[in-house]
């Protein structure tokens, strides 16, 4: 039997992370201690978000490690769990290479002491908006807009692809939509795999979000690739469409009988519909490749 791991689920047989590795939780993070911690060269205001793994601020950075001065908007995340070194390590990695206007940008990144406790810290680039998760609180999104998100996401999921990187968690939740969803924007490769590294999954085991997993993950095959987040992307455009998830959150119906768009919203665009539906074919070969959903995304938000 697959077993599925990662805090962010809700359902199914899965092994959340060793709490015992923590050296905080949310309740006991120091968090003033923190920002002065940070306050030198850092402006730490509300939280964010907070969850297992860590904590997320917004705040401003009034210099940069150099000394040299200025004000940038930024989202500050203290990681809780040392366990989760070595992951943080391959993001950071690969993220500190890219400058990407439909990826989270990394400022910098350091290593902060509390209470004796060396705690990590990544600075990012601060995104006015809100996740894709949040705005479909407010409804189903029009044809144009789902459009728009597809060809962002495509275009992300492309540019880490290129680096054969696999972000295994493309979801409404880490897919943020700049004010006036005027573009949107992939975040939390916290899980990804990158299949240039050595694997930090052993077998039978599968990261992601209950309810947006591929196929193949589900199964755990191991060498994923970029059609595995067209999947996921593709679940998280249906949703968009429908304003409610298409099978309701149902792992095991997504797997073994996608919905149809158009049976799912009857007034979605055909055209629209129909390359949804193909970004949701249970063989993966069968999928579009990231760069292509790019171009008729395009095309599609342009004629909408």
């Not at 002491?113 to 479909?136: C, Q």
């Not at 969803?181 to 916290?190: K, Q, R």
Request: aromatic share 6%; hydrophobic share 40%.
């Amino acid at each position: 039997m697959t077993t599925v791991r990662g805090s962010r689920l809700r359902r199914g047989p899965f092994v959340v992370s060793s709490l015992e590795s923590l050296v905080f939780t949310l309740a006991t993070f120091p968090l003033t201690d923190a920002n002065a911690a940070l306050g030198q060269r850092f402006q730490v205001g509300d939280v964010i978000r907070g969850g297992g793994q860590g904590v997320v601020c917004r705040g401003s950075r009034i210099a940069m490690p150099d000394g040299r001065a200025l004000v940038e908007d930024c989202a500050i995340k203290y990681y809780f769990d040392p366990a989760q070194d070595e992951r943080v390590d391959r993001e950071v990695k690969a993220l500190e290479g890219f400058r990407h206007p439909n990826l989270a940008n990394i400022l910098e990144h350091g290593r902060i002491v509390l209470n004796g406790e060396s705690v990590r810290y990544v600075a990012w680039e601060y995104i006015d908006g809100e996740p894709l998760d949040m705005k479909l609180r407010g409804g189903a999104l029009s044809g144009r807009t789902v459009a728009c998100i597809g060809r962002d996401v495509a275009r992300a999921i492309d540019h880490i692809w290129s680096k054969r990187i696999v972000h295994r968690d493309v979801n409404p939740k880490n897919i943020m939509l700049r004010r006036g969803d005027a573009e949107a924007v992939l975040i939390d490769l916290g899980i990804a795999r990158h299949l240039f590294e050595s694997p930090l999954t052993g077998p039978g085991i599968t990261w992601g979000t209950y309810g947006y997993l591929s196929p193949e993950q589900c199964r755990a095959e191991p060498n994923l690739t970029c059609h595995s987040d067209i999947f996921s992307l593709g679940v998280s455009l249906q949703e968009a469409l429908a304003g409610h998830h298409p099978t309701r959150g149902d792992q095991q119906n997504l797997v073994a009988a996608p919905p149809r768009t158009s049976d799912l919203v009857p007034s979605s665009p055909a055209a629209l519909a129909g390359i949804v539906d193909l970004m949701l074919s249970l063989r993966a070969p069968f999928r579009p490749l990231p760069a292509a959903l790019v171009l008729r995304f395009a095309e599609l938000a342009a004629s909408l």
